[in-house]
């Protein structure tokens, strides 16, 4: 089989049904722990229209996603190292055109995206809540799919979903679950909930990979503008998304083969999977 993605490139979202359950903490600290366990990382701002990695990290960006979109400048050319191994790629902010691209648009941005992403281990792209004609497009070209909820009613409503949107829509069914701002029981019994309720009407199951507790720490990282990895690496979430990172960082090394036989961003076919396609 040959290796169109040679590099054995990772694509991952995080998603979510509604906003303000944590999707752009998790995304920065889970890339900055890949790095930190020696793998090259890109992470990408998909909330379209109102990014803002580059404010959890301090940064003024002069240029973003929409400049590509525009054709002013190639993707490399806008990617912003953090760290040693971690760049980003960030969004634009207050550019509501951006979250409805139609078909043109997101093959341009996924073409020219193609080459920039061979060189990394791991793509990681943090979208925008909801379910827009962007969300889901880029969702479905991720090799996996983290859906984030907290215990909140709300929350696994709407994640629920966005899971059933993409597969109604495009027959995704493979989906991985993480519960922010829990305890280990509180997140074994919301996935529980959202895991039967996917078995009962959709007729798949879930991933459970993992929680992150709630931990006050991450305010104060966040008004430092400090990722919270480098601010506190050893309060209780930091310790919790290293869990995750190293259940992430075994998949890719276990599946190098595998992956290699896929391209890094794919539109998703009903029957495929993140793990035999």
């Known amino acids: 089989m040959s290796a169109v993605n040679p590099g054995s490139t990772v694509s991952l979202c995080i998603m979510s049904g509604k ?21 090259r990382l890109l992470l990408m701002d998909c909330d379209l229209g109102l990014g803002n990695l580059d404010v959890l990290l301090g940064l003024t960006p002069e ?15 806008v990617v912003l190292a953090v760290e040693d191994g971690l760049d980003i790629l960030p969004a634009a902010s207050g550019v509501p055109e ?9 093959d341009s941005l996924f073409e020219q995206l193609a080459g920039l992403v061979a ?20 969702a479905r070209m ?12 709300t929350s696994l409503t709407d994640g629920y979903a966005i899971i059933k949107v993409l597969n109604a829509k495009f027959g995704v069914r493979d989906f991985c679950v993480v519960v922010n701002q829990a305890s280990a029981e509180e997140s074994r019994e919301t996935f529980q909930r959202l895991n039967m309720a ?5 007729g798949f199951e879930l991933l459970h990979l993992g929680h992150v507790r709630l931990d006050r720490t991450l305010t104060q990282a966040v ?18 998304i290293r869990v995750l990172a190293g259940r992430i ?4 090394s276990e599946n190098l083969e595998t992956i290699a036989a896929r391209r890094a961003l794919k539109e998703f076919l009903p029957g495929a999977t993140a793990r035999n396609t």
């Open 198 to 202: 996917c078995k009962n009407f959709l």
């Open 223 to 240: 008004i430092h503008q400090t990722p919270l990895a480098r601010f506190a690496p050893e309060c209780p979430a930091s310790v919790d």
């Open 98 to 106: 951006l979250v409805e691209m139609d078909q043109n648009q997101r």
């Open 19 to 39: 906003g303000g359950v944590g999707k752009t903490n998790l995304a920065l600290n889970l890339g900055l722990t890949l790095r930190d366990m020696g793998h």
């Open 142 to 153: 991720a090799q996996m799919r983290i859906v984030l909820v907290t215990p909140e009613p």
């Open 249 to 252: 960082a075994r998949y890719r």
């Open 63 to 77: 240029k973003n996603l929409q400049d590509i979109l525009g054709g002013e400048v190639k993707p490399e050319d």
């Open 119 to 138: 060189g990394y281990d791991f793509l990681l792209m943090d979208l925008g809540a909801g379910i827009s004609s962007t969300v889901l497009a880029l």
